[in-house]
Structure formats: C-alpha cells, structure tokens
C-alpha cells in the first residue's frame, strides 16, 4: 500500500482534485490522507505516509529523510492573499512581544521569521495557537491557508502579505509547499512511486483543463471562500529552474538567520519509469 498526503487547504486542492474522481481500480494500492500541513509533516517523519505535500520548512529540516518530488511545488508570485501577519502595531514595533503562529505550516513562520529579522525585529516569541480556535485577539498574529482567507480580522490595524512582503524585498517568490518521498520507501516501493509521481505531477494541469467542473468542485469543498479560482490563478503548482533557486535562497536566508542549524542542498527524485513495470499498482 502507497501511503500518500494531499492538503487540505484551497491552494493545494489542485493536486488533490484528479485523485478524487478517480475510480476505485485506480486507487488501487493507494491511501490518501487529506490533513493540513503541519499534521502532514508529522505523519511523514513518522513514517505513517510515504509520499505527501508538505510545508517545504519540514523538508529543510530533515533532509535526510526524504527526497523532493521534481516538478512540484505550491509557490506565490507576489501577493498570496493566504500567508498573512495580522498586527495591532507597526511590523516594524513587535519588538518585545509575542507573535501568535499558526500551528499548520512551518514554511510561513519560517518566511516571517526571516522578514521580522531583516526589518531588524529580532526581540519576540513564537506562541503557537491551534488554528481550529481561530485567529487570536493579541497584538500580531500570522495565519495562513484557508483561515487567512476567511477569518474576521476586523481587530486588526495593519495586515501584512508575506509573499508580497518577500516579492519586495529580496525580488525572488516563496515555494511554500513541496512533495517529498521517504527514502526509505523509495528502497521499497519505487515502481509505485514512479506512477504516483507521474500523476502528482500531472494533476494541477488535468484540474485547470477540466474548468467547469473543477470550479464547480472548488465551490463545493470550499464554499466558505470566495471567489476560489481568482485566487488560485494567483499561484503556481509546478517547480521549475526559476522554483528551485527560490528555494535556494530561501534556505541560504534560513540558514543565515539561524532558523536552520546547518546549510541544505535541495536533492531530487527523478522518476524511473522504465522501473515503473507493466503500470499496475500493486498493494
């Protein structure tokens, strides 16, 4: 059995949308799990998947543990609108306080981390709120994903966009999510990894080419989000050689920040289809 992780959130629905639609002889072999991120990222350090979306910050900390799926990424151009700070104060006046951090993604709180220490905000703490509460009424808080786009921040004065913020700063984008493969299961289960990887790579664009009904499946599994396809085109789902080196800088300003304690080297799984045999899935 193929043990496979989708998020949850709008933005990476595109991934998740040709899987769902699928017949029950293409599942075969297959286990999805459709969690947020961060409960993504614990349930592949723990081995309880075997390939899965993630927030690329788990990658960038355990890198010894996986290899990243070539080709695919979640990644801003600019404004996000879904990666938020939500201050009472002046970004550049939190110093001295604590920061409420969702608890979803560690990528988003890496990027912040990062943002505040350039904008010379080094002084504050890191409280992690469980975002099934909600956005709490503190002085700064960073919410990301699908609360971001619909929780009622009326309480606060200044919001910052973290892609936009990063777009201005530094002219590079944010690859916020990545797909990531256990190397322990690439010894065991590469001719289902090869297919698997192919159709992750694939489903972004099989979702966009089927409009109406893609739309329409947006809608449905997000109908507390308006205006879902406007907001998705804002992003891309693909990593190309432009993908990658934002994703080097990003882990240089990591690094150079202190959010990692040793410099990372991005390594790729390059499928092996010819390995990929007859293109059964076996369980």
């Known amino acids: 059995m193929l043990r496979i992780g989708f998020i949850s959130y709008l933005n990476a629905y595109p991934f998740y949308f040709p899987f769902q639609f699928m ?51 979640l990644s801003s151009k600019g404004y996000v609108d879904s990666v938020k700070l939500f201050s009472k104060v002046p970004m550049n006046e939190l110093n001295g306080h604590n920061i409420h951090t969702t608890s979803a993604s560690a990528t988003s709180v890496a990027v912040m981390e990062i943002l ?24 700064a808080a960073l919410s ?34 990545t797909a990531a493969i256990r190397k322990d299961s690439i010894e065991t289960k590469l001719p289902q990894i090869n297919l698997l990887v192919r159709e992750l790579q694939e489903a972004p664009a099989k979702s ?25 085109n804002r992003l891309h789902f693909s990593m190309s050689k432009s993908e990658e080196e934002d994703i080097e800088f990003f882990l240089k300003k990591a690094h150079e920040h202190g959010l990692l304690e040793k410099a990372v080297k991005p390594e790729f799984f390059v499928p092996a289809l010819e390995l990929a045999g007859n293109g059964e899935i076996n369980v």
């Not at 910050?57 to 543990?65: I, K, R």
């Not at 786009?149 to 916020?176: Q, S």
């Open 144 to 177: 990301i994903g699908d609360e971001a786009l619909t929780e009622d921040t009326h309480k606060f004065k200044y919001v910052y966009d973290l892609g936009e913020m990063w777009n201005k700063l530094f002219n590079r984008n944010i690859v916020f999510a």
């Open 23 to 73: 017949k029950d002889e293409e599942l075969k072999g297959l286990q999805l799990v459709v969690k947020r991120p961060g409960v993504l990222n614990t349930m592949l350090r723990n081995n309880d998947l075997d390939i899965s979306l993630i927030s690329f910050m788990e990658y960038a900390q355990n890198p010894e543990l996986y290899e990243l799926v070539q080709g695919v990424g």
């Open 208 to 232: 966009f080419k089927q409009t109406e009904k893609f739309e329409i499946a947006c809608r449905n599994q997000y109908p507390n989000i308006k205006a879902p396809m406007t907001y998705l």
């Open 116 to 139: 505040l220490r350039e904008n010379n905000v080094k002084d504050y703490v890191c409280a992690t709120y469980d975002v099934k509460e909600g956005i709490p009424d503190k002085t």
